[in-house]
């Protein structure tokens, strides 16, 4: 194990900070779709988050059955965790625990509740969907540069 390594708690408590992720799932002939994502995740758990259930990403999502999750800092020391697994299309979300909490984890407690009251109509086709993290790739720059 490198020295700029994670531990396993050190990983998880990372990956549950909010921190706007972005997944990549593969594309047939193309290169993957990877885009920008507001996520939860527990340690231990599952990575969880919502989006359109007609969107493309679902649909290859679906079709893959795996995704990659990356989430970073921004400011040096640079870290980051990158987790992939299985992911599984759970049905339609939770509006209080998938969607409004989501929205005020991400946005605060005004500005949650505009987007959600703009997103209203969009989430008449939301699906939860779950990633199982099974493989972590990380860097803490701050165990080598402090």
Known sequence: MSETTMTQAEREAFLAETRVGVISVSRPGRGPLSVPIWYGYTPGGVVRFVTGGGSRKAAL?????RLTLVVQTETPPYKYA??????RI??????????????IRYLGEAMGERYLAAAAAEQAD????????????TVDYAKTFG
Do not use: F
């Open 61 to 65: 999502m679906r079709a893959s059955g």
């Open 82 to 87: 990158s987790v992939e697994g299985p992911v």
């Open 90 to 103: 759970a049905g339609a979300p939770d509006v209080e625990r998938d969607v409004r909490a989501m929205a």
């Open 126 to 137: 939301a699906v939860l969907v779950e990633l199982t993290p099974e493989r972590w790739l």
